[in-house]
């Protein structure tokens, strides 16, 4: 049974010890790399700042290079054998690096360290593809987004913490190595603790053969993924976030000290309110998309991604003084709130933006391909974080302040977003969906539990406006084709939306009977794919409020393929700008937003006995008094 909400997750076996192992590993790896940098900056005594640039440029490297390296045979491996096991064996070996970590602050070997951090990448990259590939075999379809949602939180907070941790153990006099060693050690034996208690994964390609050389692979993952629209632009999103972020956090520390004209405390103070700006968006999509995979908040997000990193070049310019402001200082300026302000927002709707696509690469992918898939995905990330340095360097060398830069990428976003939305229109099509169901109206849901979460089945309602297919399909956790009438299918902007939904425009017999038995054809194909089909069997919008009779095409479609059929009712829509109450549809403006409406369900009907004549009876009192 699926949750009644993610937190409840954290609870069972079969995401609990998970999200620890994860959390733990990625609060290591940000501990060391936080205290390799300040060993580097501050503790190496005889190094040059040009030395110190340099090899704090190489360690970057050398945790991405990994990726590039072991990514595609990692997704292989994942793919090939049960996963519990394989993360077990990974968090083993991150024991065994530490204990090389420790040796290495003990000797004060800045190459012993950076061997370790390559080491780190190494594990990284194989765990990417076990990481995300685990969590669709242990949750429901339906609790994908909250278990994703719950993962970035964690990440991003392990990230902030393992950071802090990194630098304030390292700040102790004469015992920061050995605080910092002892940390890792712990963390590494408390991560291989609780992946014990991960269940199994059973592999998915068992007979998989496995490509050693990772130029032939990384290739041959990038043409299968490309094969899947809608799952390769998605990574192509998720690629592009991780640009967005690469540049934000690698300008946070410049933009504090000479923008902001504050202190470290203060960088910390960003750090944190980014990071916990993107785990609570992560977190929000929960809620936001009613358990189901809600690509509409990926507009949402790149929409709030555009907005606010706009408003942060307009607000940040607050240098006044040569002295650095300390955290306190900062907080009291008026104009600061607003700098803070953007970079929460950032940070929120960033989680709004990634978690969907996650989501969707989970639920989409072929589970034989799916762990091959996301190394795919971890590959090209690694090449947009690549990128983005690149082009920062190379935007900032040609005279762009820091604030510009930020202004330049909030735009390019937008052009990104654009490009990838024309590519995919259902992105496009669900925001305007979940803007209606958010927005104009307040959908109060019963019943929907009947809704067969898998396998064919016809769904009949009442017709009381023009909107009903988009207020189902924003509420009903499965896609649904929608069968409607076709001058309805041809509505300007709706158009859209019901042709990227598929859905199937129908005529009567005397109209186009050409277009009547296309339209059964394909409805029979849908029901025989396994596929949710709506029907509105009256055929027509009702112009009283009342139910028009149902018609007997509904008993056709169950003669060709008998499927189990649901009966719903909307109630609430009559008198709404949308339905014909006061005339024609959209002739006057909507006096309030959030129209409490309903959409009720009832146990499904066999098909021998689903009658129109029944139907019509079950929606009625379905419907009751209120229309």
């Given at each position: 049974m699926s949750s009644p909400n993610q937190f409840s997750l954290l609870r069972r076996r079969r995401f609990g010890p998970y999200f620890l192992t994860q959390f733990l590993g990625a609060f290591n790896d940000n501990v060391f790399k936080n205290a390799l940098i300040i060993l580097i900056a501050f503790q190496t005594v005889q190094l040059t700042a040009l030395e110190i640039s340099t090899l704090a440029n190489l360690a970057t490297g050398l945790f991405i290079l990994p990726f590039f390296l072991f990514s595609a045979t990692a997704g292989q491996l994942a793919d090939k054998f049960e996963k519990s096991a394989l993360v077990r064996r990974i968090k083993l070996a991150e024991i065994y690096i530490m204990l090389l970590a420790t040796l290495g602050f003990y000797l004060s070997s800045v190459p012993l360290l950076m061997l370790t951090l390559f080491l780190m990448g190494t594990q990284s990259s194989v765990f990417g593809p076990v990481k995300y590939g685990i969590l669709p075999q242990h949750l429901r379809e339906s609790e994908l987004t909250g278990g994703n949602?719950?993962?970035?939180?964690?990440?991003?907070?392990?990230?902030?913490?393992?950071?802090?941790?990194?630098?304030?153990?390292?700040?102790?006099?004469?015992?920061?190595?050995?605080?910092?060693?002892?940390?890792?050690?712990?963390?590494?034996?408390?991560?291989?603790?609780?992946?014990r208690r991960i269940p199994l994964a059973p592999a998915m390609a068992p007979e998989l053969p496995i490509n050693w050389n990772p130029i032939t692979e990384t290739w041959r993952g990038m043409r299968f993924t490309a094969g899947n629209v809608a799952v390769f632009n998605s990574i192509l999103g998720i690629s592009w976030f991780w640009f967005l972020g690469a540049v934000y956090l690698a300008q946070l520390p410049a933009f504090t000290r000479f923008h902001l004209s504050a202190d470290s405390s203060v960088y910390t103070l960003l750090l944190a309110t980014f990071s916990i700006g993107i785990a609570t968006g992560s977190l929000l999509c929960e809620r936001l998309s009613?358990?189901?995979?809600?690509?509409?908040?990926?507009?949402?997000?790149?929409?709030?991604?555009?907005?606010?990193?706009?408003?942060?070049?307009?607000?940040?310019?607050?240098?006044?003084?040569?002295?650095?402001?300390?955290?306190?200082?900062?907080?009291?300026?008026?104009?600061?709130?607003?700098?803070?302000?953007?970079?929460?927002?950032?940070?929120l709707f960033g989680g709004f933006y990634i978690v969907p696509l996650y989501a969707l690469i989970q639920s989409r992918s072929e589970?034989?391909?799916?762990?091959?898939?996301?190394?795919?995905?971890?590959?090209?990330?690694?090449?947009?974080?690549?990128?983005?340095?690149?082009?920062?360097?190379?935007?900032?060398?040609?005279?762009?302040?820091?604030?510009?830069?930020?202004?330049v990428i909030a735009i390019m976003n937008a052009a990104v977003a654009i490009y990838i939305f024309r590519l995919v229109p259902e992105f496009l099509m669900r925001f305007l969906i979940w803007l209606l169901i958010h927005t104009v109206y307040s959908v109060q849901k019963e019943g929907l539990d009947k809704v067969p979460e898998e396998g064919p089945a016809l769904l009949v309602c009442n017709h009381v406006s023009f909107v009903d297919a988009l207020v189902i399909a924003g509420c009903i956790r499965r896609p649904v084709r929608f069968v409607m009438y076709y001058k309805i299918f041809s509505l300007p902007i709706l158009s859209f939306v019901f042709r990227t939904a598929g859905?199937?425009?129908?005529?009567?017999?005397?109209?186009?009977?050409?277009?009547?038995?296309?339209?059964?054809?394909?409805?029979?194909?849908?029901?025989?794919?396994?596929?949710?089909?709506?029907?509105?069997?009256?055929?027509?919008?009702?112009?009283?409020?009342e139910l028009n009779p149902f018609r007997p095409g509904v008993e056709r479609i169950l003669e060709r393929t008998p499927v189990p059929v649901v009966p719903m009712a909307l109630r609430g829509l009559w008198g709404s700008i949308f339905s014909r109450r006061?005339?024609?549809?959209?002739?006057?403006?909507?006096?309030?937003?959030?129209?409490?409406?309903?959409?009720?369900?009832?146990?499904?009907?066999?098909?021998?006995?689903?009658?129109?004549?029944?139907?019509?009876?079950?929606?009625?009192k379905l419907r009751g008094e209120m229309r």
């Open positions: 949602g719950l993962v970035e939180t964690g990440t991003f907070l392990a990230i902030l913490l393992g950071n802090i941790a990194g630098e304030r153990l390292m700040a102790v006099e004469q015992l920061g190595s050995l605080l910092v060693s002892i940390a890792l050690l712990l963390v590494a034996v408390l991560g291989y603790v609780t992946s009613g358990g189901r995979i809600e690509l509409g908040l990926v507009p949402l997000g790149a929409i709030g991604l555009t907005v606010f990193g706009v408003d942060l070049f307009f607000a940040g310019n607050l240098a006044h003084t040569t002295e650095l402001i300390n955290f306190a200082g900062f907080l009291s300026q008026a104009a600061a709130w607003r700098a803070l302000a953007d970079i929460f927002l950032l940070g589970p034989t391909h799916r762990s091959r898939v996301i190394a795919s995905n971890n590959i090209l990330n690694a090449c947009f974080i690549v990128v983005s340095a690149v082009a920062a360097a190379g935007l900032l060398r040609a005279g762009l302040s820091i604030p510009q830069l930020f202004l859905a199937i425009p129908i005529a009567g017999r005397k109209e186009d009977p050409q277009l009547l038995q296309r339209a059964l054809d394909a409805i029979d194909d849908a029901l025989r794919n396994g596929e949710l089909v709506c029907v509105f069997p009256e055929g027509q919008i009702t112009r009283d409020g006061h005339g024609a549809a959209l002739s006057r403006f909507p006096r309030r937003i959030g129209f409490k409406i309903w959409l009720v369900a009832s146990e499904p009907l066999a098909a021998g006995e689903a009658t129109a004549a029944a139907l019509q009876g079950m929606v009625l």
